[in-house]
Every structure is written in C-alpha cells, then in structure tokens.
C-alpha cells in the first residue's frame, strides 16, 4: 500500500512482512495488542502527590489500566514549568503502589532512560523526540516496553523507521501512537489522523495507541474522537485527565475532569465491544470516594 | 471554540448563535440531520445504463437512500474522461425511476445549475469549487438542496463562510461535507479530518456527511474510517461504489465493489444505533438478484 | 526531475519536452519570457477613478508595464465588497487609455469570460480558480493571454495539468504565476515558494511571474520577496499598490504606496541587470506630478 | 507583526524588544551577522581524509570561510550510515590545521555537547532536534556559538522560543538557520521559506543564515536559492559540497561539485555586493590545484 524505497533501506523488524503476526506487548498482567482494549490516563505534568494519587484512583476505579504522568515535561518555552523531574517519578511510583496501575511517563534524552527506566513500566517517547536517534538506540537497549509517538510533521514511514531504530538495537516491545499532525487547521491543535491506524496495522505488526487529547487538544472533542479511535481498531487510548483542568500546571484546556473521564469510559464500552474488545471494569465505589477527600487536600494545597 | 473575527465578516446565517437548532434538509421522504444516518452511494462516473442502474439497486437493496454518480467530472489532467454530462444525468434520472433513490450528483459551474437542478434531486459543490463564489451565488437562487464539500486546504472559517454565501443568497437547504484535506502524508489521498465534525456541530446548525472514499483514496481504508464517522457523531455518508472497481473509469481504487458496500452498510449498523440513529432496512432477496443480470450485461459492454 | 505519470496523463502542450524553446508570451509592445522583467502593478480592487487613473500614473512612471485591478472579486465572506464589475472593467479601459498600459484582471467564471475579455489584455485567474475547469475550458478558446495562479495547495503537477487545458483547447499563450501555498506558518499569509520558478522552468516552457503581495499578506516583505523573486530568475512581478493602503477596501496591509512601488522598482533594476533583463525606464516629472492632484481628489471621495 | 503571546511566554532574550541592535557572532576573526556575507561549505557527511581535505581547500579558495561536515548524523533509517563519529571530529579538525577554516558540525545528544566541542567551532543543532530541550539547555552551557536549525514544521514562534532556551541557560552566540519545512509539495524535499529571514529579522537580533542545500534537496534548484537568500538579507549561507557528488555517502543529488560551488561564489558576489556585503576573497591558483591531488586519492578510495 505504501512505497517502502523512497530514500533508503525499508523497515524490516517492525513490519508485517517480517512478521505476520500482530505483536502483544506484555508487562505485568498487561497485554497491549490483544483483545482487551487499553486506556492510559492521567494527568499531563505531576504536580503533587494529592494530584497524582486521586487521579490514579479515578482513573482505575473508571477502567483505565495504565496511570501516565510527565515528570520531565518538553515545554515550548524556557519560563513553562519544566516537570518535577525525578521528584515526579516518585510519586508515580507511589500511586503505582496505592493502585497497582503501571505507569507510563515521557523520557527526554539518552541520558534519562537509565534513571526514568528504575520508576517506569512504559518507557514514552515525545513527538518532538521522535527522531532523536540518540535516545532510540538507548532505549533499544533498556528493559521496558517503549511507546513511540508520531512526530508532529512524520510521513508514516519515517514512523515505522524511528520504531525500526528501537527495534534494530535489541528491543521489539514497541507500541505505536497517533498524536495528530500539524496541518493548516487551527480550529484544533492537531489533526487527528486516524487512518493511520488502519494503515500501521497493514503495514506494521506492532499495536497502536491513540491520543485524542494532543490530537485535538481541545476537551470537547476528546470523547468524539475516543468513540471514533475505537471504532478505526486502535488497540487503545492515552489520555489527559485532571481533577480541576482549570488549574492544571499544563495542558488544562483538553484535559478531562474526573467525572469527564468516567464518563468517556462508560461511553466507549459498547463501542469496544462491537470491535470485539473488553475495557477492565469500573470498580466499586469506596475507591470512588477517596479520590474526594485527596482533593480537598489538593484543591488546598494548590 | 474558533474565532470567527479573524479578517473579515463572521458567518451568521449558518452559525449556532443564529439558529441554535439543529437544521434538518429534507427532501421527498428523507431527513438529512435527523435520527436517521443517511448512506448516499454510487459510482464516481456514471459510465453505462448498465452501471448505474446495478449499482443503484445494489446500493439501494443494502439500505442506501440516496444516489450518487458524477456526470460532470472535474479531472486534473484535460485528458481524462470528463464525464457523460447531459447523457449521464439523464441515466441517472432512469436509475432513479428505477430504485426510487433521489440522486446527488455534482455541478461544475455557474452556467450548468439550471439544467443539472433539472435531473438531480441534491446539487453537489466539489472541493476544488468550495470557493467558485459565481457557483455558489447561482445556487442559492436554486430550488435544490446543495451538498457543499469542503475544499482541499480550507479552513473551517472559509468552509462556513462558502456555506453562507449560498445561504445568503437565498437557499438555506444546505449539507456540509468533510472529504479530507491535503497534508504531507502521501500514505493516503488526503488526511480525512474528523475531528471537524464535533467541530462543525458546535459552530454550525448545518448537517454534516463525511466521505471515506476521498477522505482517504483507498478502498481497505474506507470501512474503518465509515465506522469512525459514524462514532464521531455524522449525520450520514458519501461512499464510492461500483459493481466491477478494477474497471471504473475514474477512481476504482477507491471504490468499493457491491458486497464490500453491502457489508459496509452491515457493519455500521450497530454504530449507527449506539448513536441513536436508524439506518434504512436491507431490501429482501429478488431486488439483489436482478443486479447480477445487470452485471454480465455491464461486464459485457465494459 | 519531477514525476510526470503520477495518476493520469502527464502534461504535454505546456511542457520542455514538446517545445524546448522558452515561450514569449506577446502582445502589443510587451514580451513577457523575454530579456524585459515586465511588472504589472495596480490596486487589488479598482474601487474609484480617480483611485485607478492616480495608481496607473503613478506605476507607469515606476516602470511598471501593466497595470492590474480587480473589478470581479473573489472574497471569502458574502459580506464583503465584491467589486464594482462592469464598471470596474470601464475603469481600468480609461486608466489605459491615458497611460497605454495593458490590463490585467481576474475572470471569475466562464460566463464572464466574453465580457472580461471585451476589456481586458490579460485575463487573470485567480488560484481558487486554478481547477475551475469549465472556466480553463472557455479560456481555451479566448483570444486573450491567459495568467494562471497557482492553486493554495496544488502541486506543481496538478498546476501544469491546469495550464494543460488552456493549451489543449486552444490557447498557448499563458503565464504561470507561483502566489504562495498555503501551509501551517502563520506570521505570512501564504508561503512564497520560490523554488517552484526554477522548477517551473525546468518543466515547462512558459514564462512564471511571482506575487510578493499574495505570496506574504504583509508590506514589508514584498520589498525582500520581490528582490529574491528577480534573483531566483522570475520573468516578472505583479505587484498590490494603492494611493492610500489604509483606505484600500481590500488587501491594504499587503499593498504598497506609490512612493514604495517607486522604491521597489530602484530597488530591483540591479538585480534585474545581475539576470541579464532590462526594466522599463521610470517616466520624467511631469507625470509624477499628476498623481498628486489626482491623490486630492481621492483622498476628497473616499 | 507575529503575536507573541499565543499559550505561553513569549521569547524575551532573543528579540529586538529586548536587544534592538542586530547580533554580531564572532569567533576568530569571522563575524556572523556583520556586513561580511558568510559562506558555510563543505560535505554532508565526513567519509574520508582525502574528501574532507580537499574539499576544505577548494571550498576555501573558492571563499567560504567556515567548513561544515557532518560526524554524527542523524539518519531516517537505522541501517543508513550514521557518520564517523569521534574518527570524523579528527578529521574535521585536521582540516582546520591545513586550511585555517573554523568548522561548524552537528551535535546530535546533550551527551555529545562536551565532545563535539572539543573539536568544532560552531555547533549546530539540526531540525529533528530543535525543540530537543535536553540538548538546547546543556548548549547553554557551552563555550561556543550554536546555529539552530528550524526544525521541519516549526513556526517561527517556536524557533525563536528554542533559541530562547539557549539563552536563558547562558549562551547568548546563537545563529538561526532557515532550511526548508514540510509541506505538500514533493517536487522538491522541503518548501525554502525565504519569508522568514525578514520576519525573523524584524522579531529578533540574531543573525539568519539559509540551507539551500536541504531547503530544495535538489543540486539545480541550489544556485538560485542561493541568490535569492542574498537578495532577501541574509547573513551567509550553508551549502552541501562534495568532490563527487554521485558518490557521496549521504545527500549526494543536493550537494555541488567543488566546480559548481566556485562558480555559486561567483555568481552570489554581485547580489551580496548589492546588499551592501563582501565575501572572502577567492585564493590564488596554487590551492586551487592541491585539491585535484586530492582529489585522485580521494576517487582511488571510493
């Protein structure tokens, strides 16, 4: 379907071709690739440890199965709030242990992926680093599954190449992620690409993960687009949640309200399960109410 | 959510602050932005009697209610097949006696309105004509509904703004359509933008159909992207059909052959009632019968 | 060097391989893809006599050697102005009867291609134009240069198959005109993309102008654009003026003053010189003078 | 002209509000951003001793005054060659002994910075890796002058917000560097925006240089880019060279011969003169021989 000898060697690893069969990638009790559908959620930065744990506790009591957070934050501007750094990665690990939810988190260089690699289950990769072929090599050599994002501008073979780089240099427990391109329109911060979905599982063997939060970047349109990324066959969801958008350090404009999020699960399931794909359960309410009494405390602190 | 000051007069006419509910275009028995999803479908060019009248019950027997097939063809190079114009829209108005399908079918110019507003029952805008301004005045003096498609780089601004121009000038029975829009990636024919749905429904009381088959220029992709549309909140669907796509004289690879359009329409049903949208019924055995005595007459003549 | 057998057939009429030689595009005492740089310069829209007489004194004596006016325009929003048509025609035949420069002005539409061209030395289309087919059609077989503007987001393929149809019916005297794409930059309107006029020459035969008004959207980079646009080896420029950009009732921030046009031109008779192209001479004081009255008259009417 | 203030901080450290009088980058006795024109030259990738030395010696007689190679090289695809490392840092070294050019290279990690440095006057950051924050800040700490390059769908807010990154950490020695972004166009590699040397002059005090070499992947559209990057302002100009091209390791269709970038040196003289700008003196013929010597060693190797 796609010319793959424009400019230079194919992908070989990652391709169907090599590998007929669709890639699962294992960790914990956690198959991404499988019939079980995926959501990661959290917040976009941690910000404190009252913030992280209720979400991490409203996101799985809501089905989500993977807790993100960003410690080491890529900001556009020098004067943005740049991420707790390690001190983030330590409270990921505490909601990991009050939840038991792996965590996925961003690492931003080479020099990262040892340190980021002790706290985190998912290793992710930004857009913006998606050629950074420094940090791919490394991360071939590191012992987490990887989450490679779409760059902001990437062809679909120039993604497959940077998945090949993780690949070629030892590690094949890779999961693909469409972010949205930039494109003329404004009215959303990217568009959302989704027959690239169809298109990665013809040409690829690895799964992928779709993020309707940067793909939109608006809050509005993320439950839309959930629906329609399931409907397109991803394998699963990564999105923003906080429990007061208005106040997040970053990113509040499209991330999710707790509720918001408890809604979009419940509103994905039978779209899910006309894919033939099961979400993990909502849990019972106790859990339900903890994440109050955090707030509070966050509400205060922040 | 956009600005809509940005240069010039707004939109008014087709905005939500005018009217805030949603505009149903209605039109012998049909409903276009009502609970009902509306599958419009047929063949890029109308090419044979043969052709079109097979595809039209085809389409129709699957739970189509509209009729699509080009007679007025814009092609890029002058040395592609135009289109049978006047001949083409007579055949599609025997289709239409034939199946009782209403027919949407495209006008090229200002000049062709009058006697394409003759034969069809929706005059369709092409993209490369979004912003043909003599076309779309000469249409709001039209006593048709128009189905105005975005164009290849247009904003959502300028989109509804061509919208208003029609409205403006007199016909407020106006249908908008997302076919995608052109980026750098060449994986597909162009990035088919569905977050602009949402988007369009907040801004806009106007229907909105969207088009897989141009949306993405491949027949493997127009499936999941039909489901996506209908997840991401579509009032109906433009698909390329064709009882022999290998054949067609414009745009087979795209196009879907009859029982990829009969499992197509299959497929989205569940979709379409997890929206709260009815699609028509499939039409019993012997209409589904006689297409395949119009197939060995148009393999015959092609 | 680009691929010409990408989808259908490729262009011949307008391209190297069918006529090696460089077309001259001539008509009265002008050669455009000749040894003279020809700028055409005038208002986007001819909004009063005095306003288009005082514009066409003042780029005569400049240099320029055509003057340019819209008197059909094309605008984004129904609520702005949409020029003074007919009237607008008449205008510019006087400002060309009291200072011999030919015309040049957008036909928006085939039916008004007879109309135009009563009037007009140049028909111009514009580039949400450039695949109006029935309008590339009816120009075939007009008796008028054509200037064809290359579409926002066309290809140079698709925008050569375009001036393929003038040629194919009929008409063999086009100008190609490169005006900006549209891309995810906004600090200018458009993108200039310079590179296409090397490009252009490579693949085809006929003579490429350049838009630095269109091609930015903002006064100050017209100076720099037009200077890289002689550099790059245009055959020529067309060039935003007006009496009073402030007052423009279109596209005033990216028109330039008499006294900047007059700059210009200074600004690119040796760069001019460098390419090997002569530029008209500037005109002696008299005719500097008149403006200015007419300037009275102007500023006294609007 | 650009809002500076859309979603976060906008750059402070890098603008004409901030610093109203231009930049002067120096280094030895080279001045980026005065009226000296500057010419950056030399191959993509270092291969080999023979093909750097002579290509420095030719380059310099020709009067380019700093030496580009490449020794890290950031690669679409893991099995394309990835440079020679700390051996072509040596080799780029060697050739600042025996011709006196300083010389700009590549830096692909934060982790490489100390190391590259060792060796290279200039280091430059390149598009896949401009919003790579890690590297950007570790810069700021650097005792040599950066040129970053845009990244490939950067606005010019975002470049000038990474360039702020290397200022606020300390470096205020910093060269921006124009080199193509992407967009639909395919018949050359990247659209060059030659806009933006006006624009960022007018939003910032650094100085400009332009990549014709990747900003049209094509060694015919070079030369008139070239010129055109003079006639827009820019401070100098970075250009792919190879003592033969058709067996270069790397970009070999975008890089000159050393004959066709004297004669580019020639033909850009003239338009820096016009601008008000010299370029470096070509040398006497005695070099110019060296390089042939060379050069048969070089052709026996390869």
Same mark, same amino acid.
């Given at each position: 379907?796609?010319?793959?000898?424009?400019?230079?060697?194919?992908?070989?690893? *990652?391709?169907?071709?090599?590998?007929?069969?669709?890639?699962?990638?294992?960790?914990?009790?956690?198959?991404?690739?499988?019939?079980?559908?995926?959501?990661?959620?959290?917040?976009?930065?941690?910000?404190?440890?009252?913030?992280?744990?209720?979400?991490?506790?409203? *996101?799985?009591?809501?089905?989500?199965?993977?807790?993100?957070?960003?410690?080491?934050?890529?900001?556009?501007?020098?004067?943005?709030?740049?991420?707790?750094?390690?001190?983030? $990665?330590?409270?990921?690990?505490?909601?990991?242990?009050?939840?038991? $939810?792996?965590?996925?988190?961003?690492?931003?260089?080479?020099?990262?992926?040892?340190? *980021?690699?002790?706290?985190?289950?998912?290793?992710?990769?930004?857009?913006?680093?998606?050629?950074?072929?420094?940090?791919?090599?490394?991360?071939?050599?590191?012992?987490?599954?990887?989450?490679?994002?779409?760059?902001?501008?990437?062809?679909?073979?120039?993604?497959?190449?940077?998945?090949?780089?993780?690949?070629?240099?030892?590690?094949?427990?890779?999961?693909?992620?469409?972010?949205?391109?930039?494109?003329?329109?404004?009215?959303?911060?990217?568009?959302?690409?989704?027959?690239?979905?169809?298109?990665?599982?013809?040409?690829?063997?690895?799964? *992928?993960?779709?993020?309707?939060?940067?793909?939109?970047?608006?809050?509005?349109?993320?439950?839309?687009?959930?629906?329609?990324?399931?409907?397109?066959?991803?394998?699963?969801?990564?999105?923003?949640?906080?429990?007061?958008?208005?106040?997040?350090?970053?990113?509040?404009?499209?991330?999710?309200?707790?509720?918001?999020?408890?809604?979009?699960?419940?509103?994905?399931?039978?779209?899910?399960?006309?894919?033939?794909?099961?979400?993990?359960?909502?849990?019972?309410?106790?859990?339900? $109410?903890?994440?109050?009494?955090?707030?509070?405390?966050?509400?205060?602190?922040?």
């Amino acid at each position: 379907m796609i010319s793959k000898t424009n400019g230079s060697e194919p992908f070989k690893l *990652v391709s169907r071709e090599f590998k007929p069969d669709k890639s699962i990638v294992k960790f914990g009790d956690i198959e991404i690739g499988s019939n079980e559908f995926i959501v990661m959620a959290g917040p976009c930065s941690v910000e404190t440890r009252e913030q992280i744990l209720e979400t991490a506790q409203a *996101v799985k009591a809501a089905g989500a199965r993977i807790l993100r957070g960003g410690a080491f934050k890529p900001r556009t501007s020098p004067y943005d709030f740049q991420g707790l750094e390690e001190e983030g $990665l330590k409270l990921l690990a505490e909601a990991r242990r009050a939840t038991g $939810l792996p965590i996925i988190t961003e690492v931003l260089s080479s020099e990262d992926v040892e340190l *980021v690699a002790e706290y985190a289950d998912i290793l992710q990769v930004g857009a913006r680093n998606m050629q950074n072929f420094k940090l791919l090599k490394r991360l071939g050599r590191a012992q987490r599954p990887v989450m490679l994002k779409r760059g902001m501008s990437s062809t679909i073979r120039e993604f497959l190449m940077a998945a090949e780089y993780i690949a070629f240099h030892g590690n094949s427990r890779i999961i693909l992620c469409e972010r949205g391109i930039r494109t003329f329109e404004t009215a959303t911060r990217n568009t959302l690409d989704l027959a690239m979905v169809p298109v990665l599982d013809e040409l690829s063997h690895l799964p *992928v993960i779709v993020d309707p939060s940067h793909g939109t970047g608006k809050r509005k349109l993320v439950m839309p687009m959930a629906k329609a990324a399931v409907a397109v066959g991803a394998d699963g969801l990564i999105v923003e949640v906080h429990p007061c958008p208005e106040k997040a350090w970053s990113d509040g404009q499209q991330s999710l309200s707790l509720d918001e999020f408890a809604s979009l699960m419940e509103q994905i399931r039978p779209y899910a399960a006309l894919e033939g794909k099961r979400i993990a359960a909502t849990e019972p309410g106790p859990l339900r $109410l903890e994440p109050m009494a955090f707030g509070q405390g966050a509400s205060a602190q922040v």
